[in-house]
């Protein structure tokens, strides 16, 4: 008998057990004392080093039984959501609106991402097949990528009505007003 499968299925659920742990003690309360933008950025960077997928083509040469469909659509899915991470961070980082929708676009398509990959990772026998940086990936990686996911959802439904910037902050500078001529009267 193989161990493989069960010792992947295993990794991955301590892992998603031990972040899902770490969010609900540490991240989630350090999240409520947050504004909107700065909430969401963290959780959006766990997404930016997803083209960390591009990896599976060396996994694929070294044996990795998935076919060039199969490795191209898990590429195109993490290197798309790569993208949208680092778009949102910037738009966050300046506290455009537009954050929010590429944020929802983000959940979006790593839903759709985590079911597709699932779902050709059952049609070509992949489970269990996964060695060295691969099974890392997978057992860590994937479950962090899946608690910050349900994190940004979270954030943005509780949030929806809160404005990305909570003074009156441009990005990280702040708009100072010289004294006018009727304050500088009263300060004498």
Do not use: C
């Not at 069960?6 to 057990?17: G, K, N, R, V």
Request: aromatic letters at 10%; zero cysteines; glycine letters at 6%.
């Amino acid at each position: 008998m193989s161990h493989l499968i069960p010792a992947q299925a295993a990794a991955q659920f301590l892992s998603l057990f031990a972040f899902a742990t770490l969010a609900g003690w540490y991240v989630v309360p350090r999240l409520k004392t947050l504004g909107r933008a700065d909430a969401l950025t963290p959780l959006v960077w766990v997404h930016a080093f997803r083209y960390i997928a591009l990896q599976v083509f060396s996994a694929q040469r070294d044996g990795f039984p998935i076919s060039d469909a199969g490795a191209m659509e898990i590429v195109i899915g993490d290197v798309a959501g790569a993208v949208l991470a680092l778009a949102t961070l910037f738009l966050l980082r300046y506290r455009f609106r537009l954050a929010i929708v590429l944020a929802w676009l983000l959940v979006i398509e790593t839903a759709y991402d985590t079911v597709a990959n699932i779902h050709g990772g059952m049609q070509e026998h992949l489970f269990g097949a996964a060695s060295g940086v691969t099974w890392l990936i997978l057992a860590f990686y994937v479950p962090m990528i899946l608690v910050s996911l349900a994190l940004i959802a979270w954030q943005l439904v509780v949030r929806r009505g809160e404005p990305l910037a909570t003074d009156d902050r441009v990005g990280t500078r702040r708009v100072v007003l010289p004294p006018t001529p009727a304050h500088a009267s009263t300060r004498a």
